[in-house]
């Protein structure tokens, strides 16, 4: 089993920053893609980014400007630096992974962790 835990969320003022991270644990061989989707209330969940172990990364292009997505592979960890926030990326981010259970093999597994609140507001 792969357990995801994210942290970094909270409450931050339009223009100001957060920091999320993840971090994964459990039985698994690598991680070949790791990354977040959000879920604002109502709408369904959507791409923030992710990354390949060798640094390829899929984007919501209209997010690049503002978020940056990196990872720590030694340690297993995604991180998303969010800057000038705006009160329309409140919502739910989960942290994602896509998990290979045994080494040299084609099946990856996906993994989503319990998400954590963002919230822009003045």
């Known amino acids: 089993q792969v357990q995801l835990v994210e942290a970094g969320g909270g409450v931050v003022e339009p223009g100001g920053s957060l920091k999320l991270s993840c971090a994964a644990s459990?039985?698994?061989?690598?991680?070949?893609?790791m990354g977040w989707y959000r879920q604002a209330p109502g709408k369904q969940r959507d791409l923030v980014a992710v990354?390949?172990?060798?640094?390829?990364?899929n984007w919501d292009n209209h997010l690049r400007d503002r978020f940056t997505i990196s990872r720590d592979n030694a340690k297993n960890m995604v991180f998303l630096q969010m800057n000038s926030l705006k009160p329309e990326d409140t919502a739910v981010y989960y942290c994602?992974?896509?998990?290979?259970?045994?080494?040299?093999?084609?099946?990856?597994?996906?993994?989503w962790g319990q998400g954590t609140q963002v919230t822009v507001s003045s």
């Open positions: 459990g039985n698994f061989a690598s991680i070949p893609t």
């Open positions: 990354m390949a172990t060798g640094g390829g990364s």
């Open positions: 994602y992974a896509s998990v290979r259970r045994r080494a040299f093999s084609g099946t990856t597994y996906e993994y």
